[in-house]
């Protein structure tokens, strides 16, 4: 039986492909749903068509190719749609070489055996919080997708579904029972591989994540007039937080713990009133 054999120039080359489909600056500005993210999920539908798989793109925009024949199969892929103005590796990466693997097993078996092939619709949260393999596991409903709209444009989940020729198409449910596992490549989104030389890397955990809103209640006061023993600066109170989280956090979390003060918001947010309201986030993600 001949070797299964990767060609890397074609996988180069469907990277050098996707990347102008949305091109910006050195990068891609490809969201879910947009014109050229429609144009990416066709194009590996007609790949995987091609190659003997049978591909869809389903009524989330999800792409999913079947690969005929008996036998569990490994799902594998990734995600098609970028963040805003992003990089033009993410996702795409895993989407080529899981097409690759796929090519590489059908020129060397006449026929694509053993793997599915699917890239995820909206993994960048244009529209939800991972709305398409969700979807794929039947964990979205109609109601949610009724009301889910596009964080950038505010257009309508159900028009965008409807200007891509999506409406009114199945939602794709995987038979859990078809497959052994999953598997998805990614391009490094940190520098710990890049730092130590290392030219790939295996995930042994998938972080938990946690978000606390902070909300501190004060008296919004006048600048000038009110004497700082007299106030309640909401303001000063989250940062006085933010400023023990650091120290107390450090001393006690593990060497992968990883802790973010994303957004901070005084109200009303004048120079010269205190704040008599203040929120932060503190999000912390963790293997254990
Ligand atoms: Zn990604």
């Known amino acids: 039986m001949p070797e299964i054999q990767i060609n890397c120039e074609r996988v180069l080359r469907d990277l050098y492909t996707l990347r102008e489909v949305g091109k910006y600056k050195s990068g891609v500005h490809r969201p879910t749903l947009s014109e050229p993210d429609i144009l ?10 091609s190659i003997g798989f049978e591909s869809k793109v389903d009524g989330i925009a999800n792409v999913i190719g079947y690969s005929p024949g008996p036998g569990k199969k490994l799902l594998t892929g990734s995600h098609l749609e970028t963040q805003n103005r992003s990089g033009w590796l993410d996702g795409v990466l895993g989407v080529v ?5 796929a ?6 078996r006449g026929h694509p055996i053993g793997i599915d092939v699917f890239a995820f619709a909206d993994e960048e949260g244009h529209f939800g ?3 398409g393999s969700r979807s794929l596991i039947g964990q979205v409903t109609e109601k949610e997708l009724d009301v889910a709209t596009d964080r950038n444009t505010g257009i309508p989940l159900r028009e965008a579904l409807r200007r891509a020729n999506l409406q009114g198409i199945r939602r794709e449910v995987l038979d859990l029972d078809r497959y052994l596992g999953m598997f998805e490549a990614h391009i490094e989104q940190g520098l710990i591989l890049e730092q130590n030389a290392k030219s790939i890397g295996v995930i042994e955990t998938i ?3 946690k978000q606390f809103n902070i909300i501190a209640k004060g008296e919004q006061n006048h600048a000038g007039t009110t004497p700082m023993d007299m106030r309640q600066d909401a303001g000063r109170a ?3 937080v933010y400023q023990r989280l650091e120290t107390v956090f450090s001393s006690i979390m593990s060497n992968k713990t990883v802790w973010t003060v994303g957004k901070i918001h005084f109200h009303p947010n004048q120079p010269s009133i205190i704040p008599g309201h203040a929120e932060m986030t503190v999000q912390i993600r963790d293997p254990s």
Do not use: M
Request: proline residues 0%; glycine residues 4%.
């Open 97 to 101: 070489y899981a097409l690759e693997t």
């Open 103 to 108: 090519r590489a097993i059908y020129e060397a």
């Open 207 to 209: 972080v938990g994540s």
């Open 40 to 49: 990416v999920r066709n194009w590996l539908k007609d790949q995987l068509n």
């Open 238 to 240: 989250v940062l006085n």
């Open 129 to 131: 919080s991972f709305l």
